[in-house]
């Protein structure tokens, strides 16, 4: 059981080009949710979702895409990067809306 | 307004004494639940404790207990015996909906 799995750990991306954060789970949690941590911000939700098929927006959502074709899996794209979206990303999970949610250890990026 | 607020953004303790994080919240949903996470210098998110809006009795788990003052719409953190390893950084979550709200954080030092 690894729980919450990301990739890559850390990146480095040139302003305009595109990537993908992957995060995966395998507890057959229902849950899954991106946030980015800014020093003195705290975390804040990019996107989240409620199960395969179903995504929403979180509070910070402009610049990334997401999509949720299985339970387990749920990319963070980034079209066009840029210098703002340099922070620490997070994916959690969680069995259900209510229940605590598991993060994954987090990607660095820094877009130059 | 914020949804969570954490006034204290770095906290000292003796060795073996209890400390008191403070955290309040701000929502008018009847049902929420409200969290808490350590993170190490390492980076990782450690869930502690969870307590739900209806739940009567303070959340204990160990040495980490949340005093849940639902009319004053706060839910601190009382961490008993603190150790060494409690050295962190301290964040107050809360589900509201299916969007979830940290606070700023709250760094704990604690001292031999």
């Not at chain 1, 210098?83 to 993060?103: G, K, N």
């Not at chain 2, 307004?1 to 209890?18: D, L, R, S, W």
Request: aromatic residues 12%; charged residues 15%.
């Amino acid at each position: 059981n690894a729980g919450v799995t990301q990739t890559p750990k850390f990146q480095v991306l040139k302003t305009g080009q595109s990537m993908t954060l992957q995060c995966a789970q395998d507890m057959n949690h229902e849950y899954m949710s991106w946030y980015r941590q800014d020093p003195g911000m705290g975390l804040r939700l990019i996107h989240y979702s409620v199960g395969a098929g179903i995504t929403d927006q979180g509070e910070v959502p402009n610049g990334y895409n997401v999509s949720r074709s299985t339970t387990e899996d749920f990319p963070l794209r980034l079209l066009s990067a840029a210098p703002s979206q340099t922070s620490v990303y997070f994916c959690a999970s969680s069995y259900a809306r209510l229940e605590t949610q598991y993060f994954g250890p987090g990607t660095r990026l820094l877009v130059l | 307004a914020q949804k969570i607020t954490q006034t204290q953004p770095g906290m000292f303790v003796q060795e073996k004494e209890a400390v008191t994080l403070d955290c309040t919240y701000d929502t008018s949903d009847q049902s929420y639940g409200l969290f808490w996470y350590k993170q190490p210098s390492s980076g990782e998110m450690i869930f502690l404790i969870y307590q739900g809006s209806y739940d009567e009795q303070n959340a204990t788990e160990g040495r980490y207990s949340l005093n849940f003052q639902k009319a004053r719409k706060s839910a601190n953190l009382v961490i008993s015996a603190s150790q060494l390893g409690d050295s962190a950084m301290y964040f107050c979550a809360m589900r509201e909906g299916n969007q979830f709200y940290f606070g700023t954080g709250t760094s704990l030092t604690v001292i031999p």
